[in-house]
Nanobody, 119 residues
Framework: QVQLVESGGGLVQAGDSLRLSCAAS????????MAWFRQVPGKEREFVASRGWNSANTNYADSVKGRFTIPRDNAKNTVYLQMNNLAREDTAVYYC????????????WGQGTQVTVSS
């Protein structure tokens, strides 16, 4: 059992930076991969970024490559989504997700945090 709690969303202006956090608790030893997704009303959930729980191997969607990073604080069992040079198109509800040992997909999700970018 793993629980994910997200925080850090808010209202920012285009060009600003924002840092989302995703704190994992419970049986975190079972996590293999952490990822961020985003979704806007009426659209399909979109992959944003991922990283290995115990590695620095990362993957980014083309739309955010070069602007977003996904660092981790090992001591806090927390992963972040560092978002730089935000644009209106980044407005969405952002979800963190965990893939566990033996799972075929992401099976644990955070509650979501709203990011709104104005211009």
């Amino acid at each position: 059992q793993v629980q994910l709690v997200e925080s850090g969303g808010g209202l920012v202006q285009a060009g600003d930076s924002l840092r989302l956090s995703c704190a994992a608790s419970g049986r975190t030893f079972s996590i293999t991969t952490m990822a961020w997704f985003r979704q806007v009303p009426g659209k399909e959930r979109e992959f944003v970024a991922s990283r290995g729980w115990n590695s620095a191997n990362t993957n980014y969607a083309d739309s955010v490559k070069g602007r977003f990073t996904i660092p981790r604080d090992n001591a806090k069992n927390t992963v972040y989504l560092q978002m730089n040079n935000l644009a209106r198109e980044d407005t969405a509800v952002y979800y963190c997700a965990a893939k566990l040992f033996g799972a075929v997909g992401f099976d644990t999700w955070g509650q979501g945090t709203q990011v709104t970018v104005s211009s």
